[in-house]
């Protein structure tokens, strides 16, 4: 089945920078959209970026001007790299990812988590 899998997490100090991974596989004929989210201590899970089929991309006035977020779609990733980054970016980084795959025995279209990875920008 579809399977979504992150990397990239870490401790950084305040101003340095990360790339975060997520990679979806499986039967998926088709990647409609692919996002990350991030969800700290006590907060809601938050829009950080995401990058549809096209290319249109969002970004979070959060993090609008030092997250960047691209896609190989030949390697069914998306990629978010955080630069300048700051001590309220520590948060647990959550890829969903928009697909029409095989689920069982049929084509779906849904999304689907990953499992997370952590950010902690500490001095």
């Known amino acids: 089945q579809v399977q979504v899998v992150e990397s990239g997490g870490g401790l950084v100090q305040p101003g340095g920078s990360l790339r975060l991974s997520c990679t979806a596989s499986?039967?998926?004929?088709?990647?409609?959209?692919m996002g990350w989210y991030r969800q700290a201590p006590g907060k809601q899970r938050e829009l950080v970026a995401t990058?549809?089929?096209?290319?249109?991309?969002k970004v979070a006035d959060a993090v609008k001007g030092r997250f960047t977020i691209s896609f190989d779609n030949a390697k069914n990733t998306v990629y978010l790299r955080m630069n300048s980054l700051k001590p309220e970016d520590t948060a647990d980084y959550y890829c969903?990812?928009?697909?029409?795959?095989?689920?069982?025995?049929?084509?779906?279209?849904?999304?689907?988590w990953g499992q997370g990875t952590q950010v902690n920008v500490s001095s």
């Open positions: 969903k990812v928009d697909v029409y795959a095989c689920h069982g025995d049929r084509y779906y279209e849904f999304y689907l």
């Open positions: 499986g039967r998926i004929r088709r990647i409609d959209d």
């Open positions: 990058i549809n089929s096209g290319g249109t991309t």
